[in-house]
C-alpha cells in the first residue's frame, strides 16, 4: 500500500482560511470548511478605484499573509458602510457628492411653461433661473435667443402698420408662406386665376391689342445676350441679386419717367377685407412698385398734387414711397435660397388688389358712383425667377364682388427675352398714356376738395358738410380759444 503523507501547511490552509478583520490586518478566523468565503463589502472611497486592495478570485490564490495596507486605507476603516451621521468619513462623502452634482453639465437646463401676462402671443418655455456655477459664465441657452427674436420680430411688426391700418394692433398675422394662406386670399376676396379664364371679354380684348402684342421696335442681340448672362449669373445667388434683371432688355422698368419704389410696407386702407371673415391679410410689401411721379420730379399742378397729397387721400393714392397710383408690381424670389413663384404670387396679390382698390376709389371720389369700366381700374404684377417671369393683370369683378389675378403670360428668361420685353414696354406705354390722362382727369375734378375731406377726425368726417354751418363753427372755436387765452 502506498504510503499516505501530510503537509501540515495544506491542511491549515483547509482548515483556516484566510479573512479580513474589521480594522483589515487582524488575526484569522476560523470558517466553516465547506461554506464558500464571503469577502466584506466594498467600502466608499473618495479616492480613485486604483486605491482599492485588489483581492483574488480563488481561495488557491490567496496569499499566506495579509498584504500590506495601502496609504488611502490607512485612513479608513474597514466594514464601517454606513457612517455615522457626524462622522468625517460621512461629511468627506456628502462634500464630494455635492462637488459633483453642482460640476454635472450633461443634462439641460429645466423649463418653464411662462404665459404672457397680456394677450400678446403664444405661450412659451424659458428656463428656470438656479444659483450655481453656471449662472454668471455669459452663456445664454438656445430658447432664450429665439424668444428675443419672436419679441422683436413681433414689435418690428407692430410699428410697421399705419394708423388706418386693417391689420393694425393684430400679433397674430398670416404669412404669405403658409400653406393655408390661399384660403385667407379667397376669404378676403381676392381669387387667383390660374388660366386667365375669369378675364371678362373687353379686358381680354383690350389685353390682345395693347399688352400682348408684338412690338415693332425688335431688340439687339447684344441686349438680348445681356440679359441671357444676367440670368444665368444669379441663378445661385440670394434674392438681392435677382434684382439684376431689372436693369436689363428683359424687364426694362428703370426710366426717368416712372416713380420707382419698394421693400416698404404698404398702407393697408385699400386692402380687401372681408366682414364675415376675422383673419386679415398680410400687409404689401412688394419688391418693387412702379407708379407715377412724386416730389420734385412731379410734372403734375400745383391742385393735382394737392389731392393726392391730402390727408384724407394720401394713404390711398400713395400707399408706400416712391411714386402715387402704382400700377405695376414685382416680387423676386431667388430658387437658390428657397423661394418660390407660389409664395412670390400670395404677395402679389394683396398688393394688386391694393392698387386697384385706389383706382376705384378715385372714380368714385370724382363721380359719385361705382359703375366704372373693368379697364379703368386694372393693375399688373410680375413674379421673377431666374428661371421664369409670370405675368398677371388684377382686376375687380362687380358681379362676383371679387379681386382676380389672372395669369397674362409666361416666359422663360433665357429664351424669351423679348416676349418679357413686349409685355413691360406695352405696360408702361399704356400707363403712362390713357391710364395717367385718365387719373388726372379725375384727381382735378376733386379740386377745390369735397366737403366731407375736411381736415378734422371727427366721427362725421366722410358724411357731407354745410360751408357755411362750417364757417359758424370755426368762428366759435375761435372765440372759445381767445377766450380761453384771456382767462
Known amino acids: ?72 486605507s490607512e485612513k479608513r476603516e474597514f466594514g464601517d458602510d454606513n457612517p455615522a451621521p457626524n ?47 453656471d449662472r454668471g459664465n455669459g452663456l445664454r441657452p438656445l430658447i432664450e435667443l429665439l424668444q428675443d427674436m419672436s419679441q422683436s420680430q413681433q414689435q418690428s411688426q407692430t410699428q410697421s402698420f399705419g394708423a388706418g391700418s386693417v391689420a393694425s394692433g393684430r400679433n397674430a398675422r398670416s404669412v404669405t408662406s403658409h400653406p393655408d394662406y390661399r384660403s385667407v386670399l379667397r376669404n378676403n376676396c381676392i381669387h387667383i386665376d390660374h388660366t386667365g379664364k375669369k378675364i371678362p371679354p373687353e379686358l381680354r380684348e383690350f389685353l390682345d391689342s395693347s399688352i400682348i402684342k408684338q412690338r415693332s421696335e425688335p431688340l439687339t442681340p447684344e441686349a438680348i445676350a445681356e440679359a441671357v448672362q444676367t440670368a444665368i449669373e444669379i441663378a445661385d445667388s440670394p434674392e438681392s441679386n435677382i434684382y439684376d434683371l431689372n436693369g436689363t432688355a428683359m424687364l426694362p422698368i428703370k426710366r426717368s419717367d416712372v416713380g420707382r419704389g419698394g421693400n416698404t410696407p404698404w398702407y393697408t386702407d385699400t386692402l380687401p377685407k372681408s366682414d364675415a371673415y376675422d383673419t386679415p391679410l398680410a400687409q404689401p410689401k412688394p419688391d418693387v412698385h412702379c407708379g407715377y411721379l412724386t416730389g420734385q420730379r412731379s410734372t403734375w399742378t400745383v391742385e393735382e398734387n394737392a389731392v393726392i397729397d391730402h390727408q384724407q387721400a394720401k394713404k390711398i393714392t400713395q ?58 381700374s386694372i393693375a399688373f404684377s410680375a413674379c421673377v425667377t431666374h428661371r421664369e417671369v409670370v405675368f398677371h393683370v388684377h382686376h375687380y369683378s362687380a358681379a362676383d364682388n371679387l379681386y382676380y389675378m389672372s395669369l397674362l403670360e409666361a416666359f422663360q ?64 372755436d375761435d372765440a372759445s380759444n381767445k377766450s380761453q387765452r384771456t382767462e
Open 1 to 72: 500500500m502506498f504510503a499516505q503523507f501530510e503537509f501540515p501547511e495544506l491542511q491549515r490552509l483547509r482548515k483556516r482560511p484566510f479573512s479580513h478583520s474589521s480594522d483589515g490586518c487582524g488575526p484569522e478566523t476560523p470558517r466553516p470548511p465547506k461554506r464558500q468565503q464571503q469577502l466584506p463589502p466594498s467600502p466608499s472611497t473618495l479616492g480613485h478605484s486604483l486605491d482599492r486592495v485588489s483581492r483574488p478570485s480563488h481561495p488557491q490564490d490567496l496569499p499566506l499573509t495579509p498584504p500590506e495596507p495601502s496609504r488611502f
Open 87 to 133: 462622522s468625517p468619513n460621512k461629511r468627506r462623502i456628502e462634500e464630494w457628492l455635492s462637488s459633483t452634482r453642482s460640476r454635472r453639465k450633461s443634462c439641460p437646463p429645466r423649463l418653464e411653461l411662462k404665459v404672457p401676462d397680456s394677450d400678446k402671443g403664444q405661450p412659451t418655455l424659458a428656463r428656470k433661473e438656479t444659483s450655481g456655477p
Open 319 to 376: 400707399p408706400a414711397r416712391g411714386n402715387c397710383f402704382p400700377f405695376f408690381v414685382f416680387e423676386m424670389k431667388s430658387e437658390a435660397m428657397g423661394g418660390t413663384l407660389w409664395h412670390a404670387e400670395n404677395q402679389a396679390a394683396g398688393s394688386g388688389a391694393c392698387c386697384v382698390n385706389a383706382k376705384r376709389w378715385l372714380y368714385r371720389e370724382a363721380y359719385g358712383t361705382n359703375d366704372q369700366l373693368v379697364v379703368e
Open 413 to 476: 428668361t433665357v429664351r424669351q427675352v423679348e416676349e418679357c420685353n413686349n409685355i413691360v414696354s406695352n405696360i408702361f406705354k399704356h400707363a403712362l398714356g390713357s391710364r395717367q390722362d385718365k387719373t388726372r382727369e379725375q384727381v382735378k375734378l376733386l379740386y377745390p376738395f369735397p366737403a366731407h375731406w375736411k381736415k378734422t377726425r371727427s366721427a362725421s368726417v366722410m358724411e357731407p358738410q354745410n360751408p357755411a354751418a362750417d364757417e359758424g363753427d370755426a368762428a366759435k
